[in-house]
């Protein structure tokens, strides 16, 4: 029925074994959805209510089985109620009225989170009590607490490991170990780490300087080990918003599993998007716990020779496709990301035909 503009629905308590319902866009008042008794569906899996006018919804706690939940663009939502503990993935980008959200402390099996522009919410509560999640969109949320921002990043960076976190913001989190001004940093990895090094969390903040209608543009992370000559890829599943109200935050764990970094090697990171995405400033920081999981996100070699190290006049090391000088920073990063952007597609048109 989506798409439709519909004035009533008929009472829908009879459809007990209804698993999947779409209703988008259907210009779906308080008053029209009011008697569908749709909140007490009891094998209803999937509900997608995006686009619609209605202000308000009454407790979902009567859909035991749902696992999606789609409420894009309803941009009178004012709050969204209590939500069944079963619940995997929740969509909310758009509803720019939005204030308030239910507590989370009980949404065990939480897997995706998207409320990517709603600047009047503030608040999630219990969040910090949920089980990590593989994704966060949360870019444009303009109003949210530095609690509730610090208390996610740090919390998750250990736990996602997917398509990341994405939050408003204009800086790395304080407790990461390296940062850098643009989209690469550096470092040597300390030597008593020895092989205990079980992931990197990667961080930057990103700006969007206008709306791309191109759905190509993706996240491209470069691991690349200057001591052991060689270079990982890795494109997360997930676009970046084209959100021009702010800078965001954007953080993902990955795997030292194929990397097989150790302490003593120097490290460089690099992170490209497109020209619409300049990559403001980057983070990295390391992580030991081995509690963790580490499953995930899944790397493609590399070539090396892309950036690949040599000696200059001076004896220091440096990027061979690096930064010439502090004036012609803005270039060069614009030719890094035109051909790290020009390797990424050729890298997953390669990966494409694999398959």
């Not at 990043?153 to 736990?159: C, D, E, F, K, P």
Request: hydrophobic letters at 35%; a negative charge; one cysteine or more.
């Amino acid at each position: 029925m989506g798409g439709n503009c519909l004035l009533s629905l008929p009472c829908l308590g009879g459809l007990l074994k209804l698993q999947y319902l779409a209703l988008d866009n259907c210009n779906l008042s308080d008053e029209a959805i009011a008697p569908t008794n749709l909140w007490s569906l009891p094998c209803l899996d999937y509900l997608d209510l995006s686009g619609n006018s209605f202000c308000s919804l009454p407790s979902l706690r009567g859909l035991p089985e749902l696992a999606d939940l789609i409420l894009d663009n309803c941009t009178n939502l004012h709050a969204i109620p209590e939500l069944p503990t079963n619940l995997a993935v929740l969509k909310a980008d758009g509803c720019t009225a939005l204030e308030r959200m239910p507590s989370f402390s009980e949404m065990s099996r939480m897997q995706q989170l998207n409320l990517s522009d709603c600047p009047k919410l503030i608040d999630i509560p219990g969040l910090g009590k949920s089980s990590p999640m593989l994704l966060i969109q949360m870019g444009g949320c303009t109003n949210i607490s530095e609690t509730l921002k610090e208390n996610i990043l740090q919390r998750w960076s250990y736990g996602s490991n997917y398509g990341g976190i994405y939050l408003p913001g204009n800086d790395i989190p304080r407790w990461f170990m390296y940062v850098n001004e643009g989209g690469r940093v550096s470092f040597q990895v300390p030597p008593n780490i020895g092989g205990n090094l079980k992931a990197l969390t990667v961080c930057i903040v990103y700006s969007c300087i206008s709306i791309s209608r191109n759905y190509l543009h993706y996240i491209n992370v470069y691991i690349i080990n200057h001591t052991k000559l060689t270079c990982f890829w890795v494109q997360p599943p997930t676009r970046p918003k084209d959100i021009i109200s702010g800078g965001v935050i954007w953080q993902v764990r990955l795997s030292n599993r194929k990397l097989k970094i150790e302490g003593g090697d120097n490290v460089e990171v690099c992170v490209a998007i497109h020209d619409h995405f300049p990559v403001n400033k980057i983070g990295v920081d390391l992580v030991l716990d081995n509690s963790i999981s580490v499953e995930g996100l899944d790397f493609e070699s590399f070539p090396y020779s892309f950036f690949r190290r040599e000696n200059d006049d001076e004896g220091e090391i440096t990027s061979n496709k690096g930064f010439a000088d502090d004036d012609d920073v803005a270039s060069q990063q614009n030719n890094f990301n035109y051909r790290c952007g020009l390797w990424s597609l050729i890298a997953a048109i390669c990966c494409w035909n694999s398959n």
